[in-house]
């Protein structure tokens, strides 16, 4: 049979074999319409095409341009296709039509999704940053000197059964003074330099953590075993050795048959868990609360010149008041001294602290000098 296509076409059809790139379309046999066989082929190619198109997926957006270029660009493969519509034989016009369109909504579709894909996924970075850059560090803190001793202190005396209890920073006269056996007008008041907040009734800043041993022993029954740990104040002239602002730990211990040996050894527990050190001495004093009352020292040695600067050459320190709670003390807590003895203790955060961490201006507790807090990063 003749071939009903003008030689023209022919050549347009091998030329299209080349736009299908490495087509595996033979020559036409001799015995078919070439006109029908060539629009046929075309749409199978159209179809392997959509086929091709639906498959494509890339994580790069260079091979996604490239597959637009191929298909949708100016001199792309559907702008080509599309150039032979006006040979297709009118029978097939509505195939190759339909086939041509679908390879063109295939393709674009699929440009759009992954598009849409590149787009949220550099969306993810902009939220994000770049993932693989190195972190930004955490700034960590550290705590204040001062807590790292009190919670030590805590630490020891709970470990023999101490509890902790608070009062408040501003107190009654009662409680800081007058149920300590402070008698009102008694030179012993003078030892406090206290801040009135307001006088008759007498409210001030409390000078010592002594005033929670009153408010615990008003709601609580022996036996008592407590530390109060707080801030404290007087009226003190500021200097690298005393502020007006510092901190104390008080403690109280009271049941049936408490001696001064009690005493003696809960001291010697404490010092040698707080300092490491096994030599004390106690040194009569006077408190007004506590009878009899006095100082306790620890042996510091005197191995450095450290040692003998802050032990005045003598090798012991000073930590802490003692002494046996007064009878009139319990009495006006309402707490037997014929059934009940007990002693109490109160020592200077503030000075431990300058010991263990060799600070040597008291000042700098206070001054928030991040230099100072930061060095303390190691300890908890
Ligand atoms: N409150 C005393 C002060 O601030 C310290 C003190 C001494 C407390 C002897 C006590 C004690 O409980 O028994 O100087």
Redesign the pocket.
């Known amino acids: 049979m003749k071939s009903t296509i003008p030689e023209a076409s022919l050549e347009e059809f091998f030329r299209l074999n080349e736009i299908f790139n490495h087509s595996k379309v033979k020559h036409p046999p001799k015995s078919v319409n070439l006109h029908n066989y060539f629009s046929e082929t075309m749409i199978d190619k159209i179809k392997e095409l959509i086929g091709e198109a639906e498959v494509f997926t890339t994580e790069s957006k260079e091979s996604l341009d490239a597959f637009r270029i191929k298909f949708i660009s100016k001199k792309g493969l559907i702008n080509e296709i599309f150039a032979e519509f006006k040979n297709v034989p009118n029978e097939q016009k509505k195939d190759f039509g339909q086939a041509i369109n679908t390879l063109k909504k295939t393709v674009e579709e699929k440009i759009k999704t992954l598009q849409e894909n590149f787009e949220s996924k550099e969306e993810i970075k902009g939220i994000y940053g770049d993932l693989t850059r190195p972190g930004t560090p955490i700034p960590v803190g550290a705590r204040h000197p001062i807590s790292l001793v009190k919670n030590q202190v805590i630490n020891i005396f709970s470990n023999i059964g101490f509890n902790v209890s608070e009062g408040p920073e501003i107190e009654d006269d009662w409680h800081n003074f007058e149920a300590l056996n402070f008698p009102e007008h008694h030179p012993a008041r003078d030892m406090q330099d206290t801040f009135f907040v307001q006088m008759n009734p007498d409210h001030l800043l409390r000078t010592?953590t002594?005033s929670v041993?009153v408010r615990y022993m008003e709601n609580n029954q022996p036996p008592i075993r407590t530390i109060s740990p707080g801030r404290v104040f007087r009226n003190e002239a500021i200097s690298s050795r005393s502020h007006c602002i510092f901190h104390?730990v008080?403690g109280l211990y009271i049941d049936k048959d408490v001696s001064f040996a009690d005493l003696k050894q809960t001291l010697l527990y404490f010092t040698k868990e707080m300092f490491g050190k096994s030599k004390i001495r106690l040194r009569p004093s006077y408190?007004p609360?506590?009878e009899p009352?006095a100082e306790v020292d620890v042996y510091w040695g005197l191995k450095t010149e450290t040692d003998y600067r802050i032990t005045k050459g003598t090798g012991w320190l000073e930590i802490m008041?003692?002494?046996m709670v007064d009878p009139n003390v319990l009495k006006a807590s309402n707490i037997d001294p014929e059934e009940y003895s007990g002693f109490?203790?109160?020592m200077g955060l503030e000075r431990m602290a300058m010991l263990l961490y060799q600070i040597g201006d008291i000042r700098m507790y206070f001054e928030n000098d991040v230099r100072f807090l930061e060095q303390f990063k190691s300890n908890f």
Request: proline letters at 0%.
């Open positions: 010592h002594s041993q104390q008080e408190f609360f506590t009352s008041g003692c002494g109490a203790f109160g």
